[in-house]
């Protein structure tokens, strides 16, 4: 006597052991209620929310903080060390060093992010269909990005500053198509180590189409690895734009962004450190800030071990 199930219609009976995988192959990330209790009790979490938030926040009350418009200059109170009425000086040219950081965070932090995204999404999505096509796309695809990945990241980026023209759009355009081979490497490899666990199979054999298979059951499985080279990339994009303003390539006077403040402060580390010192420690402390909080999120949304 065949005993039915409510929840298959007679047409797809299936053999019992891919019945029983169907269980797998419905998995999905654990609830919010043990990842949030993971963050809470992770250390690194709090400090490296506690500093990005506060770098967030300043830089977006930049209009409300700094007191004082960022381009204006003032000969007469040049070079003036911190003090009640400029708490971190002044530069060359007499302008504010505290406004110019609060208005640079804006271009910095919306630049490194945008650098992010545009590393992230494409490379994830090559690394995705290169992974679970596999066969002649994926050597294509793979070839392509070896190419890429042999020539250094900072080179990468300045080639394509020198073809698009300095600025700080063509430098976060150019960080942030130089991160899409990283990504799309670093997937793939996750992808290829999940495309034959016994749960994908299951879903094949109930007639998911590809696309539902990847990115329901194979995509969550790489997400703590996306997380985690997302937050090094972030990190990774606030240096590299601060580089290239830095060399005269991404944002250029005199508008106020942490990159071009350490290369206006250069030549004045023995006379009035202020003028780098500031800048170089935001850039520092929202570097460190994301990747204390990448790792964090890394291991409470790890499918494989949060609880």
Excluded: K
């Amino acid at each position: 006597m065949t005993q039915s199930f409510p929840n298959h219609p007679p047409a797809q009976q299936l053999p019992g052991a891919a019945t029983e995988l169907l269980a797998p192959a419905r998995l999905q990330p654990p609830s919010w209620m043990p990842q949030h209790r993971a963050l809470r009790q992770n250390p690194a979490a709090w400090v490296g929310a506690s500093i990005l938030v506060l770098v967030v926040a300043l830089s977006l009350a930049a209009p409300w903080l700094a007191g004082v418009d960022p381009l204006a200059t003032a000969p007469a109170a040049q070079l003036m060390p911190p003090s009640l009425s400029h708490p971190a000086g002044t530069d060359l040219l007499g302008r504010d060093v505290w406004s110019r950081l609060l208005w640079g965070g804006r271009l910095s932090l919306g630049a490194g992010l945008f650098a992010t995204t545009l590393a992230v999404l494409p490379g994830t999505l090559l690394g995705l269909v290169a992974g679970y096509a596999g066969g002649r796309l994926d050597m294509i695809l793979m070839r392509v990005v070896d190419v890429l990945l042999a020539f250094p990241s900072l080179l990468l980026a300045l080639t394509i500053v020198a073809l698009l023209g300095p600025g700080l759009v063509s430098a976060t355009l150019a960080v942030g198509l130089a991160g899409i081979p990283r990504f799309a490497r670093v997937v793939r490899g996750g992808v290829l180590a999940v495309r034959s666990e016994p749960f994908v199979e299951a879903a094949r054999v109930v007639g998911c189409r590809p696309q539902r298979i990847v990115l329901r059951h194979v995509a969550p499985n790489v997400l703590s690895a996306i997380i985690v080279l997302g937050s090094l990339e972030l990190g990774y994009a606030l240096l590299s734009i601060g580089a290239l303003s830095f060399l005269g390539l991404g944002t250029q006077p005199p508008t106020p962004e942490w990159g071009i403040m350490l290369a206006e402060g250069r030549l004045l580390l023995r006379h009035a450190p202020w003028v780098s010192a500031f800048p170089g420690l935001a850039i520092t402390l929202s570097v460190l800030a994301v990747n204390l909080l990448g790792d964090a999120l890394r291991d409470a949304l790890d499918v494989r071990t949060a609880g």
